[in-house]
């Protein structure tokens, strides 16, 4: 920081120490000033001995020095804005003194007194927004440079040495107590560390990036997809913008052109550091449970430029399982008048249920070197782009040897970040710690692997109902170790009621992954559970009778399925979706039967479809294994249109149809209050068909909340053969509830409309033998919903009202429910 080296100062303030019992008479005492919680360097703050007026101020990397005869008290006393006091006693008996003091977080709120009639920190506010055009990085037309990334997750709060006496973790105990200190009080273990060095380049019109992965230290994880993750491409973090992300949460910058409405700013200091004036602007939200940051800033006399920034969270912020959180910018000088971005670091102190039990501590540090702004061989990189976004890992970045690091990377390792590496590759070939990790990861999915076989879900292993009585299934799959581009499983079930096996088979080939390129086929002969429907809980698993609703008539579909199915995608996000599949549907209670629907000719209920499904998503991103991913959204709008053809008279088909379908879905953030998510959705049925064929409304028979299905709707309640749909949800934030800060419960409301009609033929087919199937017939479905989310961390409650049509609804009960829910969110 500010052209400080604190290492070298360091070894400085040792040797003087070293030989200071060679200086009669003298006391010395050294030593730096840390945040307890980043281990940052504390510039300026105050250590004086305690009842007098000696002292001064540690300089601008933290280090303070003083030179005595004798020591003027016994104390010494170190304060600074928004710490804790922190007090010293000096041995008697020492001359000489090293030390590294931690300081925990206090408050600015308390700190702070203002008696001036003109507030000199919203003066400097106003002057740093008003420079903003000239100071933030991204005014360049391009820039590029050398990007480090460094991450490292402690564990906390654990006392290893009593948990390594239970016999599951007795064989790792030996290798954990090596990286530990020898009192049986320690509460963290550094576990983890890994390390990327890349080349980053960015352009700003058109907006182009590119990402190239050199090397990348990940101590025994391989996933190319985290790699991709280990980058900058997702360091979106800017103190110049007007919010700042924090984990799925925006947060109102100090910068913002609207800080004032949120913060209360003070200048409590000015500093000389070279041939530079600095401000030492603090700031503290001006109401509590809106979200927003503490913290202070040193901002360039002249410039206005901010030059240090340190961001950390209030206790009232509304961040789930988050102890403290730090985040501290530096910039510096890459010629006589740029400032440009030198280091971000990134410290989380995640607590899952409470401060005194075992939790962790990540710390993300990224330093940047070779700053290049406005040049043409950034263009001449970028230009190189198949789409305007890139991330490319080079081969082998993931196999650097040790020499490589020692001179690439930008920092040298502490001694305790080597330890991390070495315990790592002590521990993942331990076989104790492989066993307990899968004894983990069973609990926490039901799978378990054992060699090249996967078995589970254990969740699905026991379930029941009305039908088949009760169930048991049987999965067994293969793992990356069989094969890295086929995957196949099945599972076969039976059912001691019905007295009938059940089962499924799949095969799965991956020939390309970027971009993404399989091959499908599966074959399916069970009962209908829902799946079909979105279902975020489908109801052959353990937990599914517990919270079905009362009194509703279980609907049983037997469906036996053949599919085949390609997929192919571009660079650009657009993916089509070829398949092949033929059903035979089989009624088996309370929906009208398979002779009601009698064919000649062919079987009835039986389809044969050819689909092809368009779908883009610009800038999709996933998060991969090895056969499969995850997306984690799009930035922009996402668009899928399906076209589905009915053949007759394939494997005893009887029905020629085509099915047009299309929707969007988006996810925006709308900062200061929350994020809006959408889906618009429709679709059209030509052909006259029986219901399993038509579009089925996706209703909801569990008192679990569906998020994609209408939760006040039975299932096949409404069939259609053409409709249009919105679902809407609006998750505010604190929203009323900033009123009781430390409940965090967060506010929301549900919208979900539809419309449909049926036309006159597909109504005599299938309105038939006194079933009760409804129709809109032009009118609108609409249920609304608010409720509690958050509470206690983990559950979500939605009260639902069922408003229209009113018509339709033949029970006063039906107008409203209570859904409850599990949601993991920060």
């Known amino acids: ?65 003083f030179q005595v005869d004798k020591w003027p008290s016994d104390s010494l006393l170190v304060t600074c804005v928004g710490y804790q006091p922190y007090t010293f006693a000096i041995p008697a008996n020492k001359d000489s003194l090293l030390l590294e003091i931690p300081m925990e977080r ?41 990007l480090y990334n460094k991450l490292e997750l402690d564990i906390k709060n654990m006392n290893f040495r009593r948990i390594t006496r239970f016999k599951p973790l007795r064989g790792i105990g030996d290798i954990i107590n090596q990286h530990i200190d020898s009192t049986d009080e320690q509460k963290y273990l550094p576990a983890y560390l890994t390390e990327a060095l890349s080349d980053y380049y960015y352009q700003k019109k058109p907006l182009k990036r590119r990402e190239i992965i050199k090397a990348v230290n990940t101590n025994g994880v391989r996933n190319e997809s985290m790699i991709k993750f280990l980058g900058g491409m997702d360091q979106v973090i800017n103190v110049y913008n007007n919010f700042i992300p924090v984990f799925d949460k925006q947060f109102v910058s100090p910068a913002s052109d609207n800080g004032d409405i949120y913060y209360n700013y003070n200048v409590i200091d000015t500093q000389q550091i070279g041939n530079h004036r600095y401000f030492h602007l603090v700031f503290a939200p001006r109401r509590k449970g809106t979200n927003t940051f503490e913290g202070d800033c040193w901002v360039h006399v002249g410039s206005f430029a901010i030059q240090r920034m340190n961001l950390r969270l209030g206790k009232e912020a509304n961040i789930n399982f988050l102890e403290n959180l730090s985040l501290i910018q530096e910039y510096t000088l890459i010629n006589d008048s740029t400032w440009f971005l030198s280091k971000d670091k990134f410290v989380a102190d995640v607590s899952p249920v409470g401060k005194m039990v075992p939790g962790l501590i990540g710390r993300k540090t990224t330093t940047y070197r070779n700053v290049i702004v406005n040049d043409s061989s950034v263009v001449q990189e970028l230009a190189k782009n198949k789409r305007l976004e890139e991330v490319l890992t080079l081969e082998g970045a993931a196999y650097k040897p040790r020499e490589y690091w020692d001179t690439a990377r930008h920092e040298e390792l502490s001694r305790t970040e080597k330890g991390i590496i070495h315990m790592i590759d002590t521990l993942t070939n331990a076989p104790s710690f492989k066993r307990l990790t899968k004894q983990l990861t069973f609990l926490a999915t039901g799978y378990f692997n054992v060699g090249n076989l996967q078995f589970g879900s254990a969740y699905n292993w026991f379930t029941g109902n009305g039908w088949e009585g009760f169930r048991m299934r049987f999965d067994l799959a293969s793992n990356r170790h069989f094969d890295k581009k086929w995957w196949w499983h099945g599972y076969v079930a039976y059912g001691f009621g019905d007295r009938k096996f059940k089962g499924k088979g799949e095969v799965f080939y991956l020939p390309k992954k970027d971009p993404r390129q399989y091959f ?18 489908s109801q052959d698993n353990i937990f599914a009778l517990a919270i079905r609703k009362k009194g ?73 294994s090895t056969f499969f991913r995850t997306s984690l959204g799009s930035p922009y709008p996402i668009a899928e249109l399906t076209v589905a053809r009915g053949i007759s008279g394939i494997f005893n088909s009887g029905y020629d149809y085509t099915k047009l379908s299309a929707s969007v879905s988006d996810y925006i953030s709308i900062p200061p209050v929350g994020n809006i998510s959408f889906q ?37 309640e409404f069939i259609h053969d053409q409709f249009a749909g919105i679902n809407f949800e609006h998750n505010i934030g604190n929203g009323i509830f ?89």
């Open 552 to 624: 509703i008539p279980i609907k049983f579909l037997k469906v036996e399925e053949k599919r085949l199915e390609f997929f192919n995608e571009t660079r650009s996000g657009f993916s089509t979706l070829l398949a092949v599949t033929h059903k035979q549907y089989t009624p088996l209670r309370n929906l009208p039967p398979k002779d009601s629907f009698a064919i000649a000719g062919a079987s009835p209920l039986a389809t044969a479809e050819v689909a092809l499904r368009l779908r883009f998503a610009y800038l999709e991103k996933f998060l991969e």
């Open 738 to 826: 900033r009123l009781i800060p430390k409940l965090k419960f967060r506010q929301f409301y549900t919208v979900k409309t539809l419309w449909g009609s049926l036309n006159e033929k597909n109504r005599e087919l299938n309105f038939v033998d006194g079933h009760n199937f409804q129709t809109l017939n032009g009118k609108t479905y609409l249920e609304v919903g608010t409720g509690i989310d958050n509470i206690l961390r983990f559950i979500r409650i939605d009260c639902v009202w069922r408003l229209l049509p009113q018509s339709n609804i033949k029970e006063a009960t039906k107008r409203f429910g209570v859904f409850g829910s599990f949601r993991l969110t920060f």
């Open 680 to 716: 618009v959705y429709g679709g059209k049925t030509f052909g006259t068909l029986p219901y399993v064929l038509l579009d089925i409304a996706p209703g909801n028979e569990l008192y679990y909340y569906n998020k994609y299905a209408f939760n006040m709707m039975n299932r096949f």
């Open 1 to 65: 920081m500010l052209n400080a080296r604190p290492i070298t100062r360091f070894l400085l303030l040792t040797l003087i120490l070293m030989t200071a019992s060679h200086l009669s008479a003298q006391k010395i005492i050294s030593g730096v000033i840390k945040d307890f919680h980043s281990e940052e360097k504390v510039p300026f703050a105050s250590v004086t001995f305690k009842g007098t007026s000696f002292g001064g101020l540690t300089d601008s990397a933290g280090f303070f020095s």
């Open 106 to 146: 206090g408050t600015f709120n308390n700190d702070v007194r203002v008696k001036v009639k003109v507030n000199k920190g919203l003066l400097v506010w106003r002057k740093i927004v008003q420079n903003k055009p000239r100071n933030d990085r991204y005014r360049f037309q391009n820039f590029s440079y050398e």
């Open 520 to 537: 499908f086929a599966s074959y399916v002969n069970d009962l209908d559970f829902g799946q079909n429907y979105y279902g975020e809980v």
